[in-house]
């Protein structure tokens, strides 16, 4: 079935050059076109008709920008059907082909979408720093993990070292999973980082009844080995995003960077309200019943994510 038949046409974004491009919308002479002349960013200019140049099976539209179309930018085109597929063909690169959707009476292109580069290094380390920052401040299992983490060392040696081996941990499977040594799929990994913080709840608690385990003998080690779990969390993340073949050295290592420092960001902003509540003067058992108050709500929480996030492995 032809895809205008179902009110969606066929669409090319060709890189010709260095800021040249070609837009090519794919319909048959006997069917008006889909659209008129697209809007395009500011950098940009026609060459030729705007309004694009009609063949007996496409309508070609011809454009040069004074710089390369990077992800940040944005291309609308007034279209009449209800969407375009459309295969993006960026030099160096395989074709990337989205189905996008009209919303009113244009349908907007975000490059992103189809994996344009970021345009320089450093716009790459930027973009991918601010994107690792927002997901672990956005991720608030991987928060809660960390928050555990923290429950459970009481010592600033200690500390560093746990921290470190769950950033070593997480490093080594975002990169074997980015590269594509390691696959697994998103819903078992994601169920079992759940599991990671029912589990150190549980620990929390029996330590604060009187038990021992090595969990608080070694936290460094149950941390590099949740943390190797952790990382293919970051790395579904990062593939969601979708990663331009060239920049995926550069993306690897900037988007783990701002995954860390969004890390340290939320343990700076932890330790220092742990330390503005011990100067409070609030009696030793009110002290003991919030602790086990606040480490049950964290087992409940992650319980329910485990129990949700082990349905949809079946679903």
């Not at 002479?29 to 008129?36: D, E, F, L, N």
């Not at 009113?104 to 970021?118: K, P």
């Amino acid at each position: 079935m032809r895809a205008h038949t179902l009110g969606v046409d066929r669409a090319d974004l060709i890189e010709m050059g260095p800021g040249q491009y070609r837009l090519v919308s794919k319909v048959p002479r006997r069917i008006s076109p889909a659209i008129v002349s697209p809007i395009l960013p500011d950098k940009c200019e026609f060459i030729g008709n705007p309004n694009g140049e009609r063949g007996s099976y496409a309508v070609t539209f011809n454009f040069s920008c004074t710089t390369s179309l990077t992800a940040t930018d944005q291309v609308s085109l007034p279209w009449k059907r209800e969407g375009v597929l459309l295969s993006a063909h960026w030099q160096g690169q395989k074709p990337v082909t989205r189905l996008a959707k009209r919303e009113g009476a244009t349908i907007t292109l975000h490059l992103d979408e189809w994996l344009a580069g970021s345009g320089s290094s450093l716009r790459a380390a930027k973009r991918y720093t601010v994107l690792g920052v927002e997901h672990i401040l956005a991720g608030l299992d991987h928060l809660l993990f960390v928050f555990a983490l923290l429950f459970i060392v009481n010592r600033r040696w200690l500390l560093v070292k746990t921290i470190t081996a769950f950033t070593i941990a997480h490093s080594i499977t975002l990169g074997l999973a980015t590269f594509g040594y390691v696959s697994l799929p998103s819903a078992p990994v994601e169920a079992t980082i759940a599991l990671s913080i029912v589990f150190l709840a549980s620990e929390i608690i029996s330590h604060m009844r009187g038990g021992s385990s090595l969990t608080y003998r070694a936290p460094w080690m149950v941390a590099f080995v949740f943390g190797l779990l952790h990382g293919l969390g970051f790395a579904g993340a990062l593939s969601e995003i979708g990663l331009p073949p060239q920049e995926v050295p550069i993306a690897l290592l900037f988007f783990n960077i701002g995954v860390e420092i969004g890390q340290l960001i939320f343990v700076a902003a932890i330790l220092a309200i742990g330390w503005f509540l011990q100067k409070l003067p609030i009696p030793n058992h009110l002290r003991t019943g919030a602790q086990y108050l606040l480490i049950y709500a964290l087992g409940t929480m992650s319980a329910y994510w485990l129990v949700e996030r082990t349905l949809n492995i079946f679903a």
